[in-house]
């Protein structure tokens, strides 16, 4: 082989050696222990089974959780939809120090770590936190928020936010604020204007937008670990039980292989959603 | 440019008062004089940041996780130049499923590698190594580093090298001296990002971590699963406050914005 066809080969042999050994090896490693018998005294067994899915798949504790775990994620979806698409467009539409410095209060909670945020919801919403000493003050509380499904949800929608607002701003930057502009010279009303010519811009960052957040949502572990408690678990925390407490790897692997799948037709079909869309809009 | 309208501005504070009360909460708790997670009101205490560095855990996780995420993110950079040249240059069989390979661990969650890294570990009997525990955090930091590796290559005017090579360079001299300090910013914003990256991660770590090479953020998970006192909002001020003099510094090099947003 001359030098210049081997030149690319020898530039990525370093990553696709150590990608080739810690992704796909591993992935096949956890899928083979996810068909493997796993019995209570004598731990994982050399038989192959398919049990561990059945099981998942038809007990009642389990399909409630993962229940729980998608009606959350999409419950946190929308809500960030809900508030992320309107923030963008009111931050794209500031002048100039406010926007940078809100783009960056919005987005740079990203850069700390989950559990620090978790835990200062856990504060927040505490019986004693802020938030019943609030509702206290006007009459309603108080009200058992911490280890509810309400406490998930606003967490979640709190670490995720910047995961909506980013796709939406970038989709915003693409559009000249002067068609809005013609628009209502044109006689558009503002709700029209809105609806006709800032939406269809927005709708693409808002759809690359609510897979992220679905996605990373219906994975989330410190927020249900946290705010969830051990009796409200979701996906992941289920399958850290499993592993850490239960010690039943082969069950584990099951559901987390499971999360990985319906991960990955989330992507496909939103794929197919983002061509059909190319395909309309080119005729 | 139009204005926004009252209640726009009104929904505009609101969403900035809910992304800011959790960090403000915890700043302000960390500094109670009480046993109790209070509002210090009367007086401020810095005795339960004492606690933490009086604390070995923290101090040791801390430790573990600074040198864990300096490795991790110099591993990735050296990986990711590499490759990014590859990919951004050259033409060959499976270059787009290699940078496939390389951008998976964005779309695999972090849960699913937690487990498949524990069983590779477990069966090759490398639990509780730091060694692998880094190479773990390589995967998951290297596809942030390739993806602005790849943005610097691909806004690369490549006449700077043409003319070195003219003028007798050899390859690598036009590498060392023209290419990488043309995308050294990519490198570098890349080697914060994953540093950062690495720095917080605990959904994957918490599967592959060992009471020796436990790391901050798993460290703290632990704590606060098990009891909540000010120590934890100590803690988490401090990590609050390393993340916005990072965020600065970021923001004053490259533009924090085009780091998060990806613009160019």
Same mark, same amino acid.
């Given at each position: 082989?001359?030098?210049? +066809? $081997?030149?690319?080969?020898?530039?990525?042999? *370093?990553?696709?050696?150590? #990608?080739?050994?810690?992704?796909?090896?591993?992935?096949?490693?956890?899928?083979?222990?996810?068909?493997?018998?796993? &019995?209570?005294?004598?731990?994982?067994? &050399?038989?192959?089974?398919?049990?561990?899915?059945?099981?998942?798949?038809?007990?009642?504790?389990?399909? =409630?959780?993962?229940?729980?775990?998608?009606?959350?994620?999409?419950?946190?979806?929308?809500?960030?939809?809900?508030?992320?698409?309107?923030?963008?467009?009111?931050?794209?539409?500031?002048?100039? *120090?406010?926007?940078?410095? #809100?783009?960056?209060?919005?987005?740079?909670?990203?850069?700390?770590?989950?559990?620090?945020?978790?835990?200062?919801?856990?504060?927040?919403?505490?019986?004693?936190?802020?938030?019943?000493?609030?509702?206290?003050?006007?009459?309603?509380?108080?009200?058992?928020?911490?280890?509810?499904?309400?406490?998930?949800?606003?967490?979640?929608?709190?670490?995720?936010?910047?995961?909506?607002?980013?796709?939406?701003?970038?989709?915003?930057?693409?559009? &000249?604020?002067?068609?809005?502009?013609?628009?209502?010279?044109?006689?558009?009303?503002?709700?029209? $204007?809105?609806?006709?010519?800032?939406?269809?811009?927005?709708?693409?960052?808002?759809?690359?937008?609510?897979?992220?957040?679905?996605?990373?949502?219906?994975?989330?572990?410190?927020?249900?670990?946290?705010?969830?408690?051990?009796?409200?678990?979701? =996906?992941?925390?289920?399958?850290?039980?499993?592993?850490?407490?239960?010690?039943?790897?082969?069950?584990?692997?099951?559901?987390?292989?499971? +999360?990985? +799948?319906?991960?990955? +037709?989330?992507?496909?079909?939103?794929?197919?959603?983002?061509?059909?869309?190319?395909?309309?809009?080119?005729? | 440019?139009?204005? /926004?309208? %009252? @209640?726009?501005?009104?929904?505009?504070?609101?969403?900035?008062?809910?992304?800011?009360?959790?960090?403000?909460?915890?700043?302000?708790?960390?500094?109670?004089?009480? /046993?109790?997670? !209070?509002? %210090?009101?009367?007086?401020?205490?810095?005795?339960?940041?004492?606690?933490?560095?009086?604390?070995?855990?923290?101090?040791?996780?801390?430790?573990?996780?600074?040198?864990?995420?300096?490795?991790?993110?110099?591993?990735?950079?050296?990986?990711?130049?590499?490759?990014?040249?590859? @990919?951004?240059?050259?033409?060959?069989?499976?270059?787009?499923?290699?940078?496939?390979?390389?951008?998976?661990?964005?779309? @695999?969650?972090?849960?699913?590698?937690?487990?498949?890294?524990?069983?590779?570990?477990?069966?090759?009997?490398?639990?509780?190594?730091?060694?692998?525990?880094?190479?773990?955090?390589?995967?998951?930091? !290297?596809?942030?580093?390739?993806?602005?590796?790849?943005?610097?290559?691909?806004?690369?005017?490549?006449?700077?090298?043409?003319?070195?090579?003219?003028?007798?360079?050899?390859?690598?001299?036009?590498?060392?001296?023209?290419?990488?300090?043309?995308?050294?910013?990519?490198?570098?914003?890349?080697?914060?990002?994953?540093?950062? /990256?690495?720095?917080?991660?605990? !959904?994957?770590?918490?599967?592959? !971590?060992?009471?020796?090479?436990?790391?901050?953020?798993?460290?703290?998970?632990?704590?606060?699963?098990?009891?909540?006192? %000010?120590?934890?909002?100590?803690?988490?001020?401090?990590?609050?406050?390393?993340?916005?003099?990072?965020?600065?510094?970021?923001?004053?090099?490259?533009?924090?914005?085009?780091?998060?947003?990806?613009?160019?």
């Amino acid at each position: 082989m001359n030098r210049s +066809v $081997a030149t690319p080969w020898l530039l990525v042999a *370093p990553g696709a050696l150590l #990608f080739t050994g810690l992704v796909l090896v591993p992935l096949v490693l956890t899928v083979v222990l996810s068909f493997l018998a796993y &019995d209570h005294t004598t731990g994982i067994q &050399d038989e192959w089974t398919v049990a561990h899915y059945v099981h998942v798949l038809t007990d009642g504790y389990y399909l =409630a959780i993962f229940w729980r775990t998608l009606r959350l994620a999409a419950l946190t979806t929308l809500i960030c939809a809900l508030i992320g698409a309107p923030e963008a467009y009111i931050l794209s539409r500031m002048g100039k *120090p406010w926007r940078s410095i #809100f783009l960056l209060v919005i987005i740079g909670p990203l850069l700390v770590s989950v559990v620090v945020r978790a835990f200062g919801w856990s504060m927040l919403l505490g019986s004693t936190g802020l938030v019943n000493a609030a509702l206290q003050a006007i009459g309603l509380g108080p009200v058992r928020l911490l280890y509810t499904e309400t406490a998930i949800v606003i967490a979640l929608v709190h670490v995720m936010l910047p995961f909506m607002v980013i796709p939406v701003w970038t989709a915003l930057q693409k559009l &000249d604020p002067m068609v809005e502009a013609a628009a209502w010279t044109l006689g558009a009303s503002r709700f029209t $204007a809105l609806r006709r010519v800032v939406m269809p811009q927005v709708a693409m960052g808002l759809l690359s937008g609510s897979l992220i957040v679905f996605g990373l949502s219906a994975s989330a572990f410190a927020i249900p670990g946290l705010l969830g408690g051990r009796r409200l678990k979701m =996906a992941a925390t289920l399958v850290y039980d499993e592993y850490m407490h239960e010690l039943n790897w082969p069950l584990g692997a099951a559901i987390a292989i499971l +999360v990985l +799948v319906a991960n990955l +037709v989330i992507m496909l079909a939103y794929n197919r959603a983002v061509e059909a869309r190319a395909r309309r809009t080119l005729g | 440019m139009q204005k /926004n309208g %009252p @209640i726009a501005l009104l929904f505009h504070a609101l969403v900035v008062g809910f992304v800011l009360a959790p960090l403000v909460v915890i700043c302000l708790v960390a500094f109670t004089p009480e /046993n109790t997670l !209070t509002m %210090p009101t009367t007086e401020f205490s810095l005795r339960w940041f004492r606690a933490v560095f009086e604390h070995p855990d923290f101090v040791t996780a801390f430790g573990n996780s600074l040198w864990l995420a300096t490795i991790a993110a110099s591993l990735s950079v050296a990986i990711a130049v590499p490759a990014g040249l590859a @990919i951004d240059r050259y033409r060959f069989p499976g270059r787009d499923a290699l940078n496939g390979l390389f951008l998976s661990p964005l779309i @695999i969650p972090h849960l699913v590698l937690g487990v498949a890294f524990l069983r590779l570990f477990a069966l090759i009997g490398a639990t509780g190594s730091f060694l692998w525990l880094t190479l773990s955090h390589v995967i998951i930091v !290297t596809p942030y580093v390739l993806r602005l590796v790849l943005a610097a290559l691909s806004g690369l005017d490549r006449s700077a090298e043409q003319a070195a090579l003219t003028l007798g360079a050899s390859r690598f001299t036009v590498f060392r001296r023209v290419t990488v300090p043309m995308i050294l910013p990519g490198i570098s914003g890349g080697w914060l990002i994953a540093f950062i /990256n690495s720095f917080d991660e605990l !959904t994957m770590s918490i599967f592959v !971590t060992s009471p020796a090479t436990v790391t901050l953020p798993v460290r703290m998970y632990m704590y606060a699963t098990e009891s909540i006192d %000010p120590m934890m909002a100590a803690v988490s001020a401090l990590m609050i406050a390393l993340t916005a003099v990072a965020m600065v510094v970021l923001d004053r090099v490259f533009g924090l914005d085009k780091i998060l947003v990806g613009e160019k």
